[in-house]
């Protein structure tokens, strides 16, 4: 009886996986509408940000992309966070995780590096 409920348990849990991969997997690929009422697609795995005035802004493909404390775009090689100062940091890897650790500083793949404008595209219809 015991491996048969394992047998059964296993299935369930890959197939929430799998819900949870897609789901994520359609945040990072929705295409959205702007002020002016247009459809804009953002490139394959990037990440967008909104600036205050409305205007989208994107990261390369396997990077990140958030608003540093004056609401303005920032994006790295690799996923972004905010830390406790306020600062944008991003993973220095592409594709790479950022998050903030229990005392609200940035913890990255392959270390962290700060957010930089020069790296965020306008997203263009």
């Known amino acids: 009886m015991a491996s048969s409920s394992n047998c059964i348990a296993w299935p369930a849990w890959g ?8 789901s994520a997997w359609a945040d990072t690929a929705r295409c959205l509408t ?6 804009l697609c953002p490139p394959a795995d990037s990440r967008c940000v909104a600036t205050r005035s409305g ?7 396997g990077g990140g992309a958030a608003l540093d404390a004056a609401g303005l775009p920032q994006c790295g090689a690799g996923r972004c966070v905010t830390d406790l ?9 592409t ?3 950022a998050a903030r650790d229990r ?3 940035a913890v990255c793949t392959g270390g962290c590096t700060p957010g930089q404008a020069a790296m965020c ?3 263009q219809p």
Not at 15 to 22: E, G, P, Q, T, W
Not at 34 to 39: C, E, H, L, N, P
Not at 55 to 61: D, E, R, V
């Open 95 to 97: 594709g790479g995780a």
């Open 103 to 105: 005392y609200g500083q």
């Open 121 to 123: 595209r306008p997203l």
């Open 15 to 22: 197939l929430a996986l799998s819900l949870l991969a897609v």
């Open 55 to 61: 205007g989208w802004f994107c990261s390369a493909p």
């Open 85 to 93: 100062q306020h600062r944008v940091m991003c993973s220095k890897e």
């Open 34 to 39: 702007d002020r002016y009422g247009q459809t």
